[in-house]
């Protein structure tokens, strides 16, 4: 039977036991540029908030010697704690034991740490390092991952989720990842469905680990990835700046900070900043960092579809979503993944009570062969499923170009903004002052002696009657022209009026909509 002090005796060994790593895993890990999960924990967490659950979790597995093979914990460390002093539950993938491979009892930790999160609607903050599925317990493992799968999807706009992949992210594990709201990868981290070894049994094509599925790539390519960090300690920093603009849950509020920035700041500078050519570039940016609270503008998928621009600032201390043409690139036309950028973004906001201020300046959809054999009207249809379904406090702001079907899908009155506002400078139209001229005027332009200083006087007639913002204003397609230094006070004023907005009447009864995914 034992004494109560001798069993109080076994089960601190047994803690002992569970936070035990050979000196050689730990100095593997070491040598690899990576932590422990201990000292991830400790970096991650407040001090002293860790509960952790499942401690003595073991698999089962008795094949091909597993059964030898076993460790408390079963290689992933879950838990509930504070990250400064928000609640969050917390998951960390141990390398030092098999790879951080993927079994039955593993996923199930985390699929149960989900579960929890989702009833107490707190933020689940994943940490990455794992080979894998492990192979010995064959479909238990794939199991796991389905079990995780679900969970994360029955999260979904429930509760942020976020994951940092701190090591390789292979085969089945990189569906989690996916499913969470962001992903930030270090520069040594790497993700795949095959590797590269697979890839070349298969098709014959050599490619190292990071041409198939670096940070670098997953950034800038394939969008897989929000943000690069340059080493560990950037990825924790990072999760901190990015959980301080997210609500707990769908049912609470972002945060507010208090920025001590004046809500009254006039920007005298914007009055001049939009140049005189119409298609001469500028960084959108400049007019975002200028606008929202000072320094409090976090850009989302940085290095991917840069002729967009997402992110998460502070107007007056509360925290909005910003997308944003961005004319240094493609002229800051929409193509197929800058609509993916912006609609996921968008979505996001919805599903977690983010106002969404977008400014404009946007030609259209870009052309040729490329975009529609890959799908742009299918991938620009996402822009419009997501402005027109969000419900929350959406103001919009025209600076320069907004036309055609472009126009239509940035934020405007027709799908569901709230307010409309535009500078001076903004011209609505069908289609850009040329191509328009060269369609109304082809037969006489064909007769012309100098078609081209003929388009010339043309164009700028359509520019002062056809596309410009006082004609849309006139039809109430803007609520109002502003002058571009007061764009700070009047959208601070407008959010404020906006906050308490509810959508009135309910929307027709329907399990779900189908966006053209």
Known sequence: ????????????????????????????????????????????????????????????????????????????????????????????QDFTFMGGSVGEMHASKIASLIRLATKLGIPVIGINDSGGARIQEGVDSLKGYGDIFYNNVQASGVVPQITAIMGPCAGG??????????????????????????????????????????????????????FIAEDEDSVFILIKKLLSYLPSNNLSDPPFIDTGDDPNRYIESLNSFMPDDPIKPYDVRDVINVVFDTDTFLEVHSHYAKNAVVGFARLNGYVVGVVANQPLHLAGSLDIDSSDKISRFVRFCDAFNIPIITFVDVPGFLPGTMQEHGGVIRHGAKIIYAYSESTVPKITVILRKAYGGAYIAMGSKHLGADIVYAWPTAEIAVMGPEGAIRIIYKRELAKSDNPEEMVKSF???????????????????????????????????????????????????????????
Not at 78 to 89: C, M, Q, Y
Not at 188 to 207: D, H, L, Q, Y
Not at 213 to 224: F, N, P, Q, Y
Not at 487 to 508: A, D, G, I, N, Q
């Open 173 to 226: 594990a990189v569906y989690s990842p996916a499913l969470a709201d962001f992903i930030i990868m270090t520069r040594k981290s790497f993700m795949f469905i095959t590797g590269p070894r697979v890839v070349k049994a298969a098709i014959g094509e050599e490619v190292s680990f990071e041409e198939l599925g670096g940070a670098e790539i997953h950034a800038t390519k394939s969008g897989v990835a929000h």
């Open 459 to 517: 164009v700028e007639e359509y520019r002062s009657r056809v596309a410009t913002p006082y004609l849309s204003a006139s039809r109430g397609y803007i609520d109002d022209i502003i002058i571009p230094s007061e764009t700070r006070v009047v959208l601070v004023r407008t959010l404020m009026f906006l906050m308490s907005k509810r959508e009135r009447p309910p929307r027709p009864p329907r399990k779900h909509g189908l966006p053209p995914v």
């Open 1 to 92: 039977m034992g004494t109560i002090d001798e069993k109080i005796h076994e089960l601190v060994e047994k803690r002992k036991k569970a936070r035990l790593r050979s000196d050689e895993a730990v100095e593997k890990q070491h040598k690899a540029g990576k932590l422990t999960v201990f000292e991830r924990l400790e970096k991650l967490l407040d001090e002293n908030s860790f509960i952790e659950l499942g401690r003595f979790v073991q698999h089962r597995a008795t094949e091909f010697g597993m059964e030898k093979r076993k460790m408390y914990g079963d290689g992933v460390l879950t838990g509930l704690g504070n990250i400064e002093g928000r609640k969050v539950a917390v998951y960390l």
